[in-house]
Structure formats: structure tokens, C-alpha cells
């Protein structure tokens, strides 16, 4: 009886770990934004420490004025300035607040002014998440479209 209870109390402790884990998973996916000539993709994936990280996967328009692939001109680090549009990290280390049924604790990188701030997410509907970055209390907040 001792060891069927302890076997029970284990599964219910891993099925709910897994039902949290599960939740914190819905992030993962490619998402869709922008209109037009600005539309892009970011692809968000789970790192090896569980955290996320996002990265724009696809550019409606990945071509500069001349015709070349564009680049992370903007990029604070230079070593980084190289790097094609179609394969920047926007952000990573981004952890799910199981109390706030949101995702935060990392900074997204907004290349077209060349800054990083304080990033949340939270899904508003099944399929819309909504990105805030905010610095010093002044926000935008961006809808992607889980595809």
C-alpha cells in the first residue's frame, strides 16, 4: 500500500510538471508579422537550459536597394553586423512565469533601431502572441500570428 501511494504521489508530481512544461511549450512555433513589404517571420525554439530563443526565420523583402541580401547593419555589436536578417536572434533566455501565465526575463532586439529591451509575452488568444518590450516604462507591444 506504502509504495502504491508513493508511486501515485510520483506520477501526479510528473504529470503536473509536465502539464506546466507542456503550457510553457505553446511558445514554440513560427509566428507572422508585419504587412507588406515589412512582413517577417520569427521561428521560436527551446534551448538546452529550457528557455526560449527567436530568431527571424523568413523577410518579405530580404534584399537591400542594391540588390544584396540584408544585413543586421544596426547591430550594437559589431561582430554581429555580417549576420543576415533571415538569421538574427531577436532574443533568447526568455523563461515562462507559470504566476503570470506569460513568458519574460530577456531583452528583444529590434534591428531596425539597433536596441535591445526588456521583452514579456503572453498569448491574448490561442494563436496571437503579443511581444512588449519596454525601457525605462515606455512599451510597444507587437501581435505575431502563430502559424
Not at 38 to 64: M, S
Not at 102 to 119: C, E, F, L, N, T
Not at 124 to 146: D, F, H, M, P
Amino acid at each position: 500500500m506504502k509504495k502504491t501511494l508513493l508511486a501515485l504521489c510520483a506520477l501526479f508530481v510528473s504529470l503536473f510538471a509536465n502539464a506546466q512544461n507542456d503550457k510553457a511549450d505553446n511558445i514554440i512555433g513560427t509566428y507572422a508579422a508585419g504587412v507588406g513589404k515589412d512582413a517577417y517571420k520569427v521561428q521560436i525554439t527551446k534551448l538546452a537550459d529550457g528557455t526560449y530563443q527567436g530568431a527571424i526565420c523568413w523577410l518579405a523583402e530580404n534584399k537591400d536597394a542594391d540588390g544584396k541580401i540584408k544585413l543586421d547593419k544596426k547591430n550594437p555589436d559589431k561582430s554581429l553586423r555580417n549576420t543576415p536578417m533571415e538569421k538574427t536572434v531577436l532574443f533568447k533566455g526568455l523563461a515562462y512565469d507559470k504566476d503570470k501565465k506569460q513568458w519574460s526575463g530577456a531583452k528583444i532586439y529590434d534591428p531596425d533601431r539597433g536596441i535591445s529591451v526588456k521583452m514579456t509575452a503572453k498569448f491574448e488568444n490561442a494563436g496571437t502572441l503579443t511581444i512588449r518590450g519596454t525601457v525605462l516604462g515606455i512599451g510597444e507591444s507587437v501581435n505575431w500570428k502563430k502559424e
